[in-house]
């Protein structure tokens, strides 16, 4: 079965550039979270989506920042202008929530960012 | 609020010695979940273990075991007879039952030489 897929694997840019990011969940799942790793703060957990409704975006870190998912099976995190401080890797993950119980999330290859 | 805290930032051991990780949770939910990845140096995620705050059994899966003691709040994974592919980042993660989302530990890095 297909993971979770996500692209690019790396993207390099530069300052002010818009940067789209892309993830299409495990077929099923209804839930689906876009986390941000660095090594002075670790994962930080930015947006999570359940039925492709935003549940919770306290993590986005500032207007920059903006995520959609328009179906089940893809999401876009975008950053809008971008910038050096940005640079990360993002990853996406998804899960199956069921009423009642605890979902495990599986996570995407995560796509590296540089921004210049 | 919840907290995951794994001490150890680096970890360095040789092929075959047994080493165990550490994970201090906290949290104020009666019922919660925690969880075990892996972060291998290719970079993504691999999950490794599920556990809930209500079923302190230990679990062994091959060469690696969990011991889950709720009276020290604490989730410590064992990698017995370690092998040179072990070496990546573990990361400890907590998740309040109900809830989606997870907080995550600063991970450990183990590195296994040969």
């Known amino acids: 079965d297909a993971g979770v897929i996500q692209s690019p694997r790396h993207e390099v840019t530069e300052m002010g550039q818009e940067v789209t990011l892309r993830c299409k969940p495990i077929s099923g799942h209804n839930s689906l979270f876009w986390y941000r790793q660095t090594m002075m703060r670790g994962l930080e957990l930015l947006i999570y989506?359940?039925?492709?409704?935003?549940?919770?975006d306290s993590g986005m870190p500032e207007d920059r920042f903006s995520a959609k998912m328009p179906n089940a099976s893809f999401s876009t995190l975008k950053i809008q202008p971008s910038e050096p401080r940005d640079s990360a890797v993002y990853f996406c993950?998804?899960?199956?929530?069921?009423?009642?119980?605890?979902?495990?999330?599986?996570f995407g290859p995560g796509t590296r960012l540089l921004v210049l | 609020a919840q907290k995951v805290t794994q001490a150890q930032t680096e970890i360095s051991v040789v092929e075959k010695e047994d080493v165990t990780l550490d994970c201090v949770y906290e949290t104020r939910d009666t019922t919660y979940y925690l969880f075990w990845y892996k972060q291998p140096p290719s970079g993504e995620l691999v999950f490794l273990i599920r556990r809930n705050s209500f079923d302190e059994q230990n679990e062994i899966s091959g060469r690696y075991s969990w011991n889950f003691q709720k009276s020290t709040s604490s989730f410590n994974f064992t990698i017995t007879a370690s092998q040179v592919v072990d070496s990546a980042v573990y990361f400890c993660a907590l998740s309040p039952w109900g809830y989606s989302t997870l907080t995550f530990g600063k991970g450990t890095m183990l590195l296994v030489s040969p």
């Open positions: 993950a998804s899960s199956a929530r069921t009423s009642g119980a605890q979902e495990t999330q599986y």
């Open positions: 989506f359940n039925n492709n409704v935003p549940i919770d």
